[in-house]
């Protein structure tokens, strides 16, 4: 008489190591998810600039378009005006983002294009990091107006 099956032993064994490795895979996981959050974000930040250049060069209102970043408040903001604080509040469109991500331009809080021609009011950078600051993207604005994400 013979038994088939898996001793006791066998199935610790599996179980074990099945374990192991889903335990050792969590963090890559993580990493991974943290790093598309950030690929995300900073092409959102490149399509919001690129649409207020847009609106600008287009002559949407005859008004300049810029964009603010509130750093205090995880987002950005879409606004008509060459500033912020004097803008038409009814054109605001508003973008938020994970408190896990680090947003910081190098102009400031806010950039504007100007109408017909959509050259910015300053250039720089926008940087995008993970809040270890394992992953970086940036953004770069020139003074042509080039809006560029090169890594």
Do not use: C
């Amino acid at each position: 008489m013979t038994f088939r099956g898996f001793t006791l032993i066998e199935m610790l064994i599996t179980v074990g190591i099945i374990l192991v490795v889903a335990g050792l895979s969590i963090p890559f996981l993580f990493s991974y998810s943290v790093s598309g959050d950030v690929t995300t974000y900073a092409n959102d930040i490149e399509r919001t600039l690129r649409r207020a250049q847009l609106q600008s060069i287009n002559g949407y209102t005859g008004m300049p378009w810029g964009v603010y970043f509130d750093e205090a408040q995880n987002k950005m903001v879409i606004f008509q005006g060459s500033e912020y604080v004097s803008r038409d509040p009814h054109y605001d469109q508003e973008i938020t983002y994970s408190p896990a991500l680090n947003v910081v331009p190098t102009f400031g809080a806010e950039i504007y294009f100007s109408v017909y021609s959509g050259t910015p009011s300053a250039t720089g950078t926008v940087t995008v990091t993970s809040t270890e600051a394992l992953f970086i993207k940036t953004i770069k604005i020139n003074e042509l107006g080039i809006i560029d994400a090169p890594n």
